[in-house]
């Protein structure tokens, strides 16, 4: 099931000015910076009362944030939901027609294990099963 918003993901192509701004203009304290091997990004989280902020930028050009830079430019890029069973959720949503872009989880920021559907059978949105450690 899933229980809450884990985050919202926001493509940047500059950490540096968009972590700047939402510190300057928005007056969040920017809670750690940490790089997504797995992910090929770099990814700053920021906390709104429940909610975490997660701007991301692309390390390397074939990034998929890179790609949607390309694409779209910047801005929302995906919401990520907490689960407490990410394999249950992906086969569920498996069986029920989504296109999974990872079949199996793969690890995300925080050490946590996260999965991603492709937004062609989301409706448009690039929605995140965030797991456990
Ligand atoms: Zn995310």
């Known amino acids: 099931m899933l229980k809450?918003?884990?985050?919202?993901?926001?493509?940047?192509?500059?950490?540096?000015?968009a972590r700047e701004f939402y510190e300057r203009v928005l007056g969040f304290t920017c809670q750690g910076v940490e790089d997504?091997?797995?992910?090929?990004?770099?990814?700053?989280f920021f906390s709104c009362g429940e909610t975490t902020?997660?701007?991301l930028e692309p390390t390397d050009a074939e990034s998929p944030v890179a790609k949607?830079?390309?694409?779209?430019?910047?801005?929302f890029h995906h919401v990520a939901f907490h689960t407490d069973d990410i394999h249950a959720?992906?086969?569920?949503?498996?069986?029920?027609?989504a296109r999974l872009i990872?079949?199996?989880?793969?690890?995300?920021?925080?050490?946590k294990q996260v999965a991603f559907l492709h937004p062609a059978t989301s409706h448009g949105l690039l929605i995140e099963f965030c797991g456990k450690k």
Not at 4 to 17: D, F, P, R, T, Y
Not at 102 to 111: C, S
């Open 89 to 97: 959720e992906l086969a569920h949503a498996k069986s029920e027609g």
């Open 102 to 111: 990872n079949e199996t989880p793969t690890t995300g920021a925080h050490g």
């Open 4 to 17: 809450k918003i884990e985050h919202l993901g926001i493509a940047v192509k500059s950490l540096e000015s």
């Open 36 to 44: 997504v091997p797995g992910q090929k990004v770099r990814v700053a």
């Open 53 to 55: 902020i997660e701007l």
């Open 68 to 75: 949607f830079l390309e694409k779209k430019g910047e801005g």
